[in-house]
């Protein structure tokens, strides 16, 4: 179901590319950052609060990765990076620690990668009618990683990982790149995902039109950029095809 609007109809825009947002708009970690954290600790013999609050410290790991992620080209060394930055902040210095708990931590989020019901299907069924985009931000060892992982390389005609550029969304540089790729004018292709301000702000500034995938109903904006908002990605059928 439509959470709020399509603003007209796609299907009249004479559309010829669809381009997606990767994590939490194809896919989703089924163990959150909290849980692996927690699960990591018990792992390595570890105490629960050896890094304070786990919530808290898993918010404070979020964020260190975006403060971080553009200095690691290797999810590995960035990762690590941020527990020698978690330890710290709770005064200790142990990186054989560090290591340890980041190799852990990698094994436990990775096995629990899937993609969202439907999702193939529905990338099966698109390619028919229109060419295919991937656009992800992050590292570019980590999301190649979890493109041939989830098996879906094959269904996209250009991918691009911003790690592997030295930019990241929302410059609409990516974007771009990736429609000169497809051959698709800005103004035929609409990109699908889950941050506002990555994705949709980030494909309208480059001309492009753009689906909000808004599970949790978060209010919009007002400046409305989103031509169309939906609470999961399978519902593209109703406005795709």
């Not at 992620?69 to 990762?79: A, F, G, V, W």
């Not at 753009?210 to 989103?226: G, H, I, K, Q």
Request: hydrophobic share 45%; charged share 25%.
């Amino acid at each position: 179901m439509l959470i709020n609007r399509v603003i007209q109809p796609l299907q009249d825009r004479a559309l010829c590319a669809v381009v997606f947002d990767l994590d939490g708009t194809l896919c989703y970690y089924a163990t959150s950052i909290e849980q692996a954290m927690t699960d990591a600790l018990q792992r390595v013999g570890a105490p629960p609060d050896l890094i304070g609050d786990l919530p808290l410290a898993a918010d404070r790991y979020a964020d260190l990765w975006y403060e971080l992620q553009e200095d690691h080209k290797s999810t590995t060394s960035l990762r690590e990076r941020i527990w020698i930055s978690l330890l710290a902040e709770h005064d200790i210095d142990d990186k054989a620690l560090a290591h340890k708990l980041s190799d852990v931590y990698i094994g436990l989020r990775t096995a629990s990668l899937v993609l969202f019901d439907g999702v193939l299907p529905l990338l099966s069924d698109l390619a028919e009618k229109y060419s295919l985009g991937l656009l992800t931000n992050g590292p570019g060892d980590l999301q190649w990683e979890k493109i041939k992982l989830l098996g879906v390389e094959s269904y996209f005609d250009a991918i691009i990982v911003s790690g592997d550029m030295g930019i990241h969304k929302p410059d609409s540089r990516l974007f771009g790149s990736l429609l000169q790729q497809l051959d698709a004018p800005a103004s035929r292709a609409v990109y699908v995902g889950n941050s506002y301000e990555m994705d949709i702000i980030g494909a309208s500034n480059a001309g492009m039109l753009s689906v909000w995938v808004n599970p949790d109903l978060e209010e919009e904006p007002r400046e409305r950029t989103a031509d169309g908002i939906i609470a999961e990605v399978t519902e593209l059928r109703e406005i795709l095809l």
